[in-house]
């Protein structure tokens, strides 16, 4: 079965939680304006989520804006997750003759009939078809009118991360709708605020990207990482469309590092919170649940949530919006909330919505280097995600095949600043019975200074004498098309 929902219920399928819960009080507003890259200016706005201690932080999880009313115009939203769970800010305009709505009414109007059609669905006692039968009529008809803008993607516990979005004026509401363990979600314990978006009082521009992500229900997620290197690093994310999945949701871009426990196949599973098995029942109890006794992914680092145009304001697509990561030497991807990411289209088998790529130091070095003046030896330098390391063959002065490799790899590679290595040696394998690595002794060292990708100075230095060689990169490996000193 495929399920497609008109896009007037799109909005209602994210909102859910309990009447009754107190909206939580602003600490100390600050609407200043700060500077995401080079002289560009935007808003700040500050979320924490959290889990306030006492006996029943267990089940009490909120939001805490810095501000509950800010001005309009390109705003850099810091989401501070100071709890264990991954959580993110889902952010949804309404109608403006629903600017006085409340946080409670807003619950009672669309949160309860949410959870209420969903509590049978995940005990297993109807199918997602029941579910979506429930929900859909107990939908206020106002939600017609609503419209998701973005927001912070997902972010693991005790993490912050940023995102930039050019808000309008008017009303919006903001949420998290990961679900617990008990197959609550968290607006259910509180965890959603409204934010009320004035005029503008000055004038904001959008960051300065470093990279581009493209995103469409066509094409997938596009995205050119080669030689991506680590740093703090400003995404710009464009939405080329949207659409509605089989989820009942649109498409949004988050970012995941890949550590060491974490499993691509149940990253993708995690996904889709529907969790539909092949009886079209909820399957695992596992999809996009993130609490106590099961936190799911804990390598999100941020990203955007689903965008749909703003007909009120004059949007149209593309859209587009920010985010900010500090980027360290390892494995990420780039994943969206859809069905299936990997693979989400069956008729479209190229498209894919999860994009895997490493931030790898001095990526360009990789490759074969020599001497023209001394033809005959060289070195082959290799770029990891954990550093640079590299091989030199060559001949010793009595005539003999020399070999040496790296002590170590070494991932602050700057052009014009040198960088030492320990030079390690074998002696006396052969092809049946090689020296083993923990029988390399000391050879002596070299010392690189690398004006870019293509030259370089190399002295090998040990007890008996010193050879300074000026290296030229004769061969690279395909599709690093960028230095990335």
């Known amino acids: 079965m495929n399920i497609k929902i008109h896009s007037i219920y799109f909005a209602a399928l994210a909102m859910i939680g309990a009447p009754a819960l107190a909206t939580a009080s602003p600490e100390g507003g600050h609407n200043h304006f700060e500077q995401t890259s080079g002289a ?27 501000d509950d009313e800010i001005p309009s115009g390109w705003t850099t939203i810091r989401l501070n997750n100071q709890s264990s769970s991954t959580h993110f800010g889902f952010m949804v305009r309404v109608p403006d003759e629903l600017s006085d709505i409340t946080v409670e009414e807003y619950m009672d109007a669309v949160s309860l009939p949410f959870q209420d059609a969903w509590d049978p669905y995940f005990a297993g006692e109807i199918d997602v078809e029941g579910f979506f039968g429930l929900l859909l009529p107990a939908m206020p008809e106002w939600f017609e009118s609503t419209v998701p803008i973005g927001g912070p993607g997902l972010t693991s516990g005790n993490t912050v991360s940023q995102t930039t979005l050019d808000l309008k004026p008017g009303t919006y509401f903001i949420e998290c709708y990961i679900l617990d363990d008990e197959g609550v979600f968290h607006t259910t314990h509180g965890m959603v605020e409204k934010l009320v978006v004035t005029e503008p009082a000055d004038e904001t521009s959008a960051p300065e990207a470093d990279h581009q992500v493209l995103i469409s229900s066509s094409d997938g997620l596009v995205f050119d990482a080669a030689a991506i290197q680590p740093g703090h690093k400003t995404f710009e994310v464009v939405f080329e469309d949207n659409d509605i999945y089989g989820h009942g949701l649109g498409h949004d871009v988050h970012l995941v590092r890949i550590d060491g426990d974490t499993n691509i196949s149940e990253l993708n599973d995690w996904m889709n919170y529907l969790d539909v098995g092949a009886d079209l029942y909820y399957a695992d109890r596992g999809a996009l649940i993130s609490a106590s006794g099961h936190r799911g992914p804990q390598t999100f680092i941020g990203g955007v949530q689903s965008m749909f145009p703003d007909s009120a304001a004059g949007d149209a697509f593309p859209l587009t919006a920010y985010f900010h990561a500090s980027l360290r030497p390892g494995r990420y991807a ?42 005959g030896q060289g070195w082959n330098l290799m770029a990891a995600p954990h550093g640079v390391f590299g091989f030199f063959y060559g001949y010793s002065d009595d005539g003999s095949p020399l070999w040496l490799m790296t002590e170590e790899s070494i991932e602050d590679v700057v052009p014009g600043e040198p960088v030492t290595f320990n030079l390690l040696y074998g002696s006396g394998g052969s092809f049946a019975n090689p020296v083993s690595p923990e029988e390399l002794v000391p050879w002596g060292e070299v010392t690189f200074t690398f004006e870019n990708c293509g030259q370089a100075t190399a002295t090998m230095t040990r007890a008996d004498g010193t050879q300074t060689s000026e290296l030229v990169r004769v061969a690279q490996t395909a599709g690093l098309s960028e230095c990335g000193l």
């Open 334 to 375: 780039l994943v969206s909330e859809v069905p299936n990411p990997i693979q989400p289209d069956p008729d479209n088998p190229e498209m894919s919505m999860l994009v895997e790529f490493s931030v790898t130091p001095g990526a360009g070095l990789t490759g074969a280097w020599f001497d023209p003046a001394t033809n």
């Open 40 to 66: 560009l200016q935007t808003h700040s706005l500050d979320i924490i989520t959290r889990h306030p201690p006492g006996p029943h932080s267990d089940a009490h999880y909120e939001f805490r804006l810095s």
